[in-house]
């Protein structure tokens, strides 16, 4: 069974360019959350899609959007990037039933120069 | 707003020795507490997590934690480390039914010595 799936493993862009990142979630889950990690800190919750729905979003500007496609596959596109945006991008996917654990993926690291 | 302080930044033991790395939340109602590991390069691995129920919580690798809704604490432990216990740890707390927003601590890095 595998786990969740994160494409591409590594990224680089240039300041003002726009990356898409994807996730394919562990078999049988429907929900699907994205976290930035920068270098030495813990992950930070962007959003959650379930039902193809936006279900629940953190603290991040709308040049962060994303996308669930009904396989509950998800992207996650940054707009404008900025240097700041350099990070671990994980990808988690669960069950929409209560206390349904979230699994991570193994993250696509982005740098921006 | 929920949040999680992970009072250690960096922790070193001796392999064999006792562990223990603190984590402490602030949240209104009942928590969801959980423990990652994070070896370098890698994503995050479930280590245990704490809905209801026993306040002593086994999880894999020999790992165990304890809920302690008194001090707002959800300890982590390991009676006998190994050298592949070394990796970051992040303690996380979530709201509402569990598997929604996850908020993670800064982490604590553990450094395994011969």
């Known amino acids: 069974d595998a786990g969740v799936t994160q494409s591409p493993t590594h990224l680089i862009k240039t300041r003002g360019q726009q990356v898409t990142l994807r996730c394919s979630p562990k078999?049988?889950?429907?929900?699907v959350s994205w976290y930035q990690q920068a270098l030495g800190q813990g992950p930070q919750f962007i959003f959650q899609y379930y039902e193809e729905e936006e279900r629940q979003r953190g603290n991040f500007p709308d040049r962060f959007s994303g996308h669930q496609f009904p396989n509950y596959s998800s992207e996650l596109n940054v707009n404008a990037l900025l240097l700041g945006d350099s990070a671990l991008y994980l990808c988690?996917?669960?069950?929409?039933?209560?206390?349904?654990?979230?699994?991570f993926g193994p993250g696509t690291r982005l740098l921006v120069l | 707003a929920q949040s999680v302080t992970q009072p250690d930044i960096h922790i070193t033991v001796s392999e064999g020795a006792s562990l223990e790395l603190r984590c402490n939340y602030s949240y209104g109602a009942t928590p969801y507490l959980f423990w990652y590991v994070q070896s370098p390069g890698q994503g995050l691995q479930l280590l245990l997590k704490y809905f209801s129920g026993d306040t002593l919580v086994q999880g894999i690798k020999g790992f165990e934690a304890e809920f302690k809704r008194s001090q707002s604490s959800f300890n982590l432990r390991k009676p006998s480390v190994h050298w592949s216990d070394a990796a970051e740890y992040f303690c996380a707390v979530a709201s509402n039914f569990g598997n929604e927003k996850l908020t993670f601590g800064t982490g604590t890095r553990l450094t395994i010595i011969p």
């Open positions: 988690a996917s669960s069950l929409s039933w209560v206390g349904e654990t979230q699994y």
């Open positions: 078999s049988g889950h429907d929900t």
